[in-house]
């Protein structure tokens, strides 16, 4: 059977964007900016993103295009003794990654129900932590299943399933390019909206005011780099497989300049509405911008819905804010699961729609530890050692084996063949050297912080037989996958 192609290169720009644009962009990257000098953020964040982002894309896109494989057919015909990372790649984030995310999804659904009549009451946090998450006393206290989270929870896996079982034109593009135009238009709603409000500019200027003095201290830098890499969905095997779909002739440099751009310009568009909103609340309830602010998971199902309790026409905005959230997170979660659906078709001769039955069956059944009392602890300790780690290491791993044990200047010759935008010595230099030194930076000072201190001050068995077990299992079924014979002929 042939390889299915993406219709148009339109097409696969809205899916890459669609992959790369998910919950972090609208919560994590207006957090991280306020958190790290405001507008000063921007200085490090468009360096990392030029330096970082743009030429590892280039990269994944050149790896899918030049071997028209997945992730890890890919790494097989570079160097078949890597096979087993392309695996590792696609493995974690699909039984890691995923599963978790998805029910990150399935709250967000929740809570654009919830939204209608704003249910969470007067205090949002007391309503997420208790009665909806019905959070434990810790992650060794798993508890029971949270229904209305699991029912949510079979509703995004049912619409996963649905999008990549009809294939790449019929399934993940046409739902790209549904869910893109979407997001862009009620981002706008609400950037414009909460524009108007009364004490909006007290959260732009907490959001965007620069405090150049922070550009001095490495975390800055650090976090700034770390954000471009995960924002871009970088070290996924996603963006691999989305380019093993091109045709022949497609601008590859182009392609990566348009779909990081537009990932990152939405990040910093988005954040204009959070931080408006925040601004209104810290006006309507006389207190400093920085006690309305909370961090990550807390500033979209607390700190939001105080403000939205407080606001005319609350439920309305909510409605809009979790729908957005919804569309962002099915996107990327559509992504990795044809990620690895990809990898599965390309090394044994098994049936696409049967594949992406059987792991949509798994990733539910995956999903549900997540969604019990103790869940949230899980959830927060898997993404800790997966995103830190885990991506990371694989990001630096590729850089290093298309650099170091296959002939890179092949890799920029193809690069240029197809691409109107040429690369040049600058880019084998970023490849070869200065990316594999970042991110060894960043993995050293995780690996330093981790031994310095437990992570989160949870017990050093909660993150070992939870985290650090969650790498190596995956890491043993990519080794394992990686070793099984090719059931079908390599091209």
């Given at each position: 059977m042939?390889?299915?192609?993406?219709?148009?290169?339109?097409?696969?720009?809205l899916a890459a964007v669609g992959s790369a644009v998910g919950l972090g962009n609208i919560w994590r990257f207006s957090y991280m900016t306020y958190e790290n000098g405001g507008g000063a953020f921007l200085i490090p964040y468009l360096i990392a993103l030029f330096t970082v982002g743009i030429p590892l894309m280039i990269l994944e896109f050149s790896l899918g295009h030049r071997f028209i494989a997945s992730a890890p057919l890919a790494f097989f015909k570079l160097n078949r003794r890597w096979e087993w990372l392309g695996w590792w790649a696609v493995t974690f984030v699909m039984f890691g990654i995923v599963l978790y995310y998805s029910v990150i999804i399935s709250w967000c659904l929740n809570y654009l129900f919830l939204s209608f009549t704003l249910a969470w009451g007067n205090d949002p946090g007391s309503y997420f932590f208790g009665e909806f998450l019905g959070l434990s006393k810790g992650p060794g206290e798993l508890g029971s299943v949270q229904i209305p989270i699991l029912l949510g929870l079979a509703v995004i896996w049912f619409l996963n399933w649905v999008i990549v079982h009809r294939g790449v034109q019929d399934g993940i593009e046409i739902a790209n390019k549904i869910f893109m135009p979407l997001l862009l238009i009620l981002t706008t709603i609400l950037v414009f909206w909460s524009m108007t409000l009364e004490g909006s500019n007290v959260g732009l200027?907490?959001?965007?005011?620069?405090?150049f003095s922070v550009l001095s201290k490495p975390k800055v830098w650090v976090?700034?780099?770390?954000q471009i890499f995960f924002t871009l969905s970088l070290g996924f095997g996603i963006m691999i497989a989305y380019a093993s779909y091109l045709p022949e002739r497609a601008n590859l440099t182009r392609n990566a300049f348009i779909t990081a751009i537009l990932n990152c310009g939405f990040s910093i568009f988005s954040g204009l509405a959070?931080?408006?909103i925040l601004g209104y609340m810290s006006v309507e309830t006389h207190k400093p911008i920085e006690e309305v602010v909370k961090q990550s998971i807390g500033l979209a199902f607390v700190a939001y819905p105080a403000a939205l309790s407080l606001l005319p026409g609350g439920a309305l905005f909510g409605v809009l804010f979790f729908t957005s959230l919804v569309v962002a997170g099915l996107s990327s979660s559509v992504s990795i699961i044809e990620a690895f659906s990809s990898a599965a078709v390309d090394k044994f001769p098994w049936n696409r729609k049967r594949i992406v039955t059987i792991i949509s069956l798994l990733?539910?059944?995956?999903?549900?530890?997540?969604?019990t009392n103790g869940g949230l602890f899980w959830l927060d300790i898997v993404d800790h050692f997966l995103t830190h780690f885990g991506l990371i290491m694989v990001g630096l791993l590729e850089a290093i084996v298309v650099s170091?044990?296959?002939p890179i200047e092949a890799m920029r010759?193809?690069?240029?063949?197809?691409s109107e935008m040429k690369v040049g010595a600058w880019w084998s230099f970023l490849i070869k050297y200065f990316i594999p030194a970042i991110l060894t930076i960043i993995i050293v000072g995780d690996l330093i912080n981790a031994f310095k201190k437990p992570y989160e001050g949870y017990s050093w068995q909660a993150l070992i037989f939870i985290g650090v077990d969650w790498l190596v299992l995956t890491l043993l079924l990519a080794l394992f996958l990686s070793k099984s014979p090719w059931e079908k002929e390599v091209p």
């Open positions: 042939a390889r299915e192609v993406w219709k148009n290169q339109f097409g696969f720009i200027r907490a959001y965007l005011t620069p405090d976090d700034a780099f770390s959070v931080f408006s990733g539910l059944a995956g999903s549900v530890v997540f969604s170091w044990f296959y010759k193809h690069i240029n063949t197809v």
